[in-house]
Protein backbone atom coordinates (compact mmCIF):
# COMPACT_ATOMS: atom_id res chain seq x y z
CA UNK A 1 0.00 0.00 0.00
CA UNK A 2 0.92 3.75 -0.82
CA UNK A 3 0.92 6.49 1.12
CA UNK A 4 -0.42 9.19 -0.65
CA UNK A 5 1.75 12.39 -1.22
CA UNK A 6 -0.77 14.81 0.77
CA UNK A 7 -0.93 12.72 3.48
CA UNK A 8 2.84 12.81 4.44
CA UNK A 9 2.36 16.66 3.62
CA UNK A 10 -0.05 16.78 6.32
CA UNK A 11 2.25 15.10 8.86
CA UNK A 12 4.94 16.98 8.09
CA UNK A 13 2.67 20.27 8.84
CA UNK A 14 1.11 18.51 12.04
CA UNK A 15 5.04 18.08 13.26
CA UNK A 16 5.72 22.01 12.96
CA UNK A 17 2.45 23.66 14.35
CA UNK A 18 4.30 23.44 17.73
CA UNK A 19 5.88 25.81 19.99
CA UNK A 20 9.73 25.81 19.27
CA UNK A 21 12.03 25.55 22.31
CA UNK A 22 12.90 29.51 22.21
CA UNK A 23 9.52 30.24 22.17
CA UNK A 24 8.85 28.50 26.00
CA UNK A 25 11.60 29.65 27.26
CA UNK A 26 10.75 32.95 26.22
CA UNK A 27 7.16 32.67 27.68
CA UNK A 28 8.68 31.04 31.00
CA UNK A 29 10.83 34.33 31.11
CA UNK A 30 7.74 36.59 30.95
CA UNK A 31 6.27 34.44 33.69
CA UNK A 32 9.37 34.82 35.98
CA UNK A 33 9.83 38.61 35.27
CA UNK A 34 6.01 39.11 36.00
CA UNK A 35 6.27 36.85 39.33
CA UNK A 36 9.05 38.83 40.59
CA UNK A 37 7.51 42.36 39.53
CA UNK A 38 3.83 40.64 41.46
CA UNK A 39 6.13 39.71 44.53
CA UNK A 40 8.32 42.64 45.02
CA UNK A 41 4.38 44.52 45.09
CA UNK A 42 3.18 42.62 48.06
CA UNK A 43 4.76 44.58 50.43
CA UNK A 44 3.46 47.64 48.99
CA UNK A 45 0.09 46.32 49.03
CA UNK A 46 0.38 44.45 52.86
CA UNK A 47 2.36 47.64 54.34
CA UNK A 48 0.68 49.92 56.79
CA UNK A 49 -1.63 47.41 57.71
CA UNK A 50 -0.19 46.93 61.02
CA UNK A 51 -1.41 50.50 61.59
CA UNK A 52 -4.60 49.74 61.02
CA UNK A 53 -4.91 46.55 63.24
CA UNK A 54 -3.01 48.43 66.12
CA UNK A 55 -6.08 51.30 65.39
CA UNK A 56 -8.62 48.45 65.67
CA UNK A 57 -7.60 47.55 68.54
CA UNK A 58 -6.72 50.92 70.76
CA UNK A 59 -10.01 52.54 69.74
CA UNK A 60 -12.74 48.98 69.82
CA UNK A 61 -11.33 45.66 70.63
CA UNK A 62 -10.49 46.45 73.81
CA UNK A 63 -13.36 48.41 74.57
CA UNK A 64 -14.77 45.14 74.14
CA UNK A 65 -13.30 43.87 77.15
CA UNK A 66 -12.84 47.20 79.32
CA UNK A 67 -16.43 48.17 79.13
CA UNK A 68 -18.47 45.12 80.81
CA UNK A 69 -15.27 45.07 82.99
CA UNK A 70 -16.01 48.84 84.51
CA UNK A 71 -20.04 47.17 84.86
CA UNK A 72 -18.82 44.22 86.71
CA UNK A 73 -16.20 45.60 89.22
CA UNK A 74 -17.05 49.49 89.33
CA UNK A 75 -14.31 51.31 87.65
CA UNK A 76 -11.57 50.49 85.07
CA UNK A 77 -8.73 48.53 85.61
CA UNK A 78 -6.05 50.62 87.21
CA UNK A 79 -2.41 51.32 85.62
CA UNK A 80 -0.95 48.78 88.00
CA UNK A 81 -3.19 45.92 87.02
CA UNK A 82 -3.14 46.80 83.38
CA UNK A 83 -4.82 44.66 80.74
CA UNK A 84 -4.52 41.14 82.28
CA UNK A 85 -7.21 42.43 84.46
CA UNK A 86 -9.22 41.72 81.52
CA UNK A 87 -7.93 37.91 81.40
CA UNK A 88 -7.39 37.67 85.47
CA UNK A 89 -9.21 38.99 88.30
CA UNK A 90 -7.06 41.49 90.04
CA UNK A 91 -6.07 40.77 93.75
CA UNK A 92 -9.06 41.81 95.97
CA UNK A 93 -11.88 42.43 93.17
CA UNK A 94 -12.25 38.64 92.61
CA UNK A 95 -15.73 38.61 93.82
CA UNK A 96 -17.66 41.12 91.73
CA UNK A 97 -14.96 40.12 88.60
CA UNK A 98 -17.23 37.90 86.23
CA UNK A 99 -14.12 37.64 83.22
CA UNK A 100 -12.58 36.77 81.42
CA UNK A 101 -13.13 39.97 79.23
CA UNK A 102 -10.71 38.80 77.13
CA UNK A 103 -9.48 35.42 75.95
CA UNK A 104 -5.65 36.64 76.28
CA UNK A 105 -4.12 40.21 75.90
CA UNK A 106 -2.50 40.40 72.46
CA UNK A 107 0.88 42.02 71.47
CA UNK A 108 0.69 44.79 68.30
CA UNK A 109 1.42 44.31 65.48
CA UNK A 110 5.42 44.60 66.23
CA UNK A 111 5.14 42.00 68.77
CA UNK A 112 5.04 44.68 71.80
CA UNK A 113 2.63 44.91 74.74
CA UNK A 114 0.25 47.34 74.64
CA UNK A 115 0.25 50.30 77.26
CA UNK A 116 -2.09 50.70 79.33
CA UNK A 117 -3.31 54.15 81.69
CA UNK A 118 -6.18 54.78 84.12
CA UNK A 119 -7.09 57.37 84.65
CA UNK A 120 -6.18 58.64 81.16
CA UNK A 121 -4.14 61.77 80.17
CA UNK A 122 -4.35 61.46 76.76
CA UNK A 123 -8.14 60.66 75.99
CA UNK A 124 -10.24 63.39 75.55
CA UNK A 125 -12.16 61.50 78.30
CA UNK A 126 -9.41 62.58 80.58
CA UNK A 127 -9.84 61.50 84.31
CA UNK A 128 -13.25 59.25 83.18
CA UNK A 129 -11.34 57.92 80.40
CA UNK A 130 -8.53 55.84 79.83
CA UNK A 131 -5.05 55.31 77.26
CA UNK A 132 -4.42 52.56 75.58
CA UNK A 133 -1.91 52.76 73.06
CA UNK A 134 0.82 50.75 70.85
CA UNK A 135 4.65 52.18 70.91
CA UNK A 136 4.44 51.83 66.81
CA UNK A 137 7.27 50.67 64.86
CA UNK A 138 10.01 51.75 67.13
CA UNK A 139 8.92 50.02 69.84
CA UNK A 140 9.39 53.58 71.65
CA UNK A 141 7.43 56.80 72.68
CA UNK A 142 7.35 59.18 69.78
CA UNK A 143 5.13 60.64 67.42
CA UNK A 144 4.27 57.26 65.68
CA UNK A 145 2.35 56.13 68.51
CA UNK A 146 -1.24 54.74 68.07
CA UNK A 147 -3.46 56.19 70.90
CA UNK A 148 -7.41 55.60 71.59
CA UNK A 149 -7.44 59.30 71.56
CA UNK A 150 -6.33 59.90 68.05
Do not use: C
Amino acid sequence: MKVSPSLLSTRHINRTRGFSLIEILIVIALIAVLATVAIGNLGGIFGGQQEKVAGIFVNQTVKLGLTPYKLDVGSYPSAEEGLGALTKAPAGKESKWKGPYLEEVPLDPWGNPYQYRFPGSKNINGARGYDVWSWGTDGTESADDIGNWK
